[in-house]
């Protein structure tokens, strides 16, 4: 069965950095869309960044230039490099794989990680 299992969350201070992992198995990786949604209590799942099978990367606005996504196809594996963190990035952060970069829609055909924590406070 498709699994995705998310690492790296955590507590860190503003302008600290943080690396997310995703790794997938039970589908081949490659041939899939992969990207990092996050999600605050009160506010619907928003979109962080995400790449294409062919490595086509899309970002939100708000982390444009401190925020890198990329993936390890070899290892089954989508990443996110989060630099400069600040107070408004704390939410839970999802994996999601997908057929296609639609990106705006929540109920593509893909599959979701349980989400990880990521906190960002003095």
């Known amino acids: 069965q498709v699994r995705l299992v998310e690492s790296g969350g955590g507590l860190v201070q503003p302008g600290g950095s943080l690396r997310l992992s995703c790794a997938a198995s039970g589908i081949i990786f490659s041939s899939y869309a992969a990207g990092w949604y996050r999600q605050v209590p009160g506010k619907q799942r928003e979109l962080v960044a995400g790449?294409?099978?062919?490595?086509?990367?899309n970002y939100a606005d708000s982390v444009k230039g401190r925020f890198t996504i990329f993936r390890d196809n070899a290892k089954n594996e989508v990443n996110l490099q989060m630099n400069n963190l600040k107070p408004e990035d704390t939410a839970v952060y999802y994996c999601n794989v997908r057929w296609g970069t639609n990106w705006g829609r929540l109920d593509a055909n893909g599959y979701w990680g349980q989400g990880t924590q990521v906190t960002v406070s003095s």
């Open positions: 790449i294409s099978a062919g490595g086509s990367r």
